[in-house]
T-cell receptor, first 111, second 116 residues
């Protein structure tokens, strides 16, 4: 069935380093891949998304890459800051707009 | 634009009671999705609704759970005869177009249900 795998489950980096989170999806019909940031006790907030007709997208310190052949996509955060600490979720949209989420990555940025 | 509004933010119910969770989508959005997040887990799709129609309920438990999105008023997620395992955060999201997923979904603040 529809499935999204996300790795790693936890990631600890020093402030200023880069962080990379990877996801794979199962359904080749997926065509929309958003990333959400969720701080403790708060709502998921969209930070960047990519559609299947694009291989890479960048927004300041955040970038996402998509490899449709391999069915995987990645989030890259450069020059990490303590306020980047949160849980990050990838998702894939299969049909009808519903999102299938990965299991989440808890990112900790140490000052 | 007030964004996606959910209420209540926190809800405590005793086992066997009913829980009603409300979601008002963003202005101009006609597609509503409900997700459940168990403690320290990811979000799981439950149901997708448009006005007066359930489009996809493949993630809904077969019993005790129902959802509606009437012509007027908010979308309602109803849980009958709640059990401890229903304790979770329930998030609603709305989007403008739905369809093949080529659109952003915006999340509400969530309702944190605790069953005691």
């Amino acid at each position: 069935g529809e499935n999204v795998e996300q790795h790693p489950s936890t990631l600890s980096v020093q402030e200023g380093d880069s962080a990379v989170i990877k996801c794979t999806y199962s359904d080749s019909a997926s065509n929309y891949f958003p990333w959400y940031k969720q701080e403790l006790g708060k709502r998921p907030q969209l930070i960047i998304d990519i559609r299947s007709n694009v291989g890479e997208k960048k927004d300041q310190r955040i970038a996402v890459t998509l490899n449709k052949t391999a069915k995987h996509f990645s989030l890259h955060i450069t020059e990490t800051q303590p306020e980047d600490s949160a849980v990050y979720f990838c998702a894939a949209s299969i049909q009808g707009g519903k999102l299938i989420f990965g299991q989440g990555t808890e990112l900790s940025v140490k000052p | 634009n007030a964004g996606v509004m959910q209420n209540p933010r926190h809800l405590v119910r005793r086992r066997g009671q009913e829980a009603r969770l409300r979601c008002s989508p963003m202005k101009g959005h006609s597609h509503v999705y409900w997700y459940r997040q168990l403690p320290e887990e990811g979000l799981k799709f439950m149901v997708y609704l448009q006005k007066e129609n359930i489009i996809d309920e493949s993630g809904m438990p077969k019993e005790r759970f129902s959802a509606e999105f009437p012509k007027e008023g908010p979308s309602i997620l109803r849980i009958q005869q709640v059990v401890r395992g229903d304790s979770a955060a329930y998030f609603c999201a709305s989007s403008q177009y739905g369809g093949r997923g080529n659109t952003e979904a915006f999340f509400g603040q969530g309702t944190r249900l605790t069953v005691v």
